[in-house]
């Protein structure tokens, strides 16, 4: 039975690293994952997610964003950024698309945090929230 277990707990995790990866886009919280998990007809329970999430977490695989709500977190694949861990991400609060701000002025960015206001940012988990381009156009 412990065998049985193992195999479990891997092809949950294949499920979950798989659906994190095709939404790498957006964040998704751990009620996306247990209703994708459902979908899919494998059945984990929110402990086992929790977990998972945990273990991929510490590999560098995906990053933990905190919510508004001290108690929640969203999640976010990083296997298409690798460097995500060292550039601030846009979320449109409209349609949920993350974008990477991949560019120079992201450095400068981090300059002035630190030469003009003695901060070191962290940006790994920071997201500055708005409306990407197209829902924007979609408004007008």
């Known amino acids: ?45 929110r402990t086992t997610v929790y977990r998972n999430l945990e273990k991929m977490s510490e590999a560098g695989q995906i990053i933990r964003y905190k919510t508004s709500d001290r108690d929640s977190a969203v999640y976010q694949c990083v296997t ?12 449109c609060e409209k349609c949920g698309r993350i974008i990477h701000l991949e560019c120079d002025f992201m450095d400068k960015i981090a300059g002035h945090l630190f030469e003009d206001h003695g901060f070191r940012i962290k940006c790994e ?3 500055l929230l708005g409306t990407c381009r197209e829902c924007l156009a979609l408004l007008r």
Request: proline share 0%; glycine share 4%; with cysteine.
């Open 1 to 45: 039975m412990q065998d049985n277990r193992k195999n479990y707990n891997t092809k949950c995790k294949s499920v979950i690293a798989a659906y994190l990866e095709n939404n790498s886009e957006r964040r998704v919280s751990v009620s996306d994952i247990l209703n994708y998990l459902e979908d899919c007809g494998c059945s984990a329970n």
């Open 80 to 91: 298409k950024h690798d460097d995500c861990h060292n550039h601030l991400h846009l979320q």
């Open 125 to 127: 988990g920071s997201v």
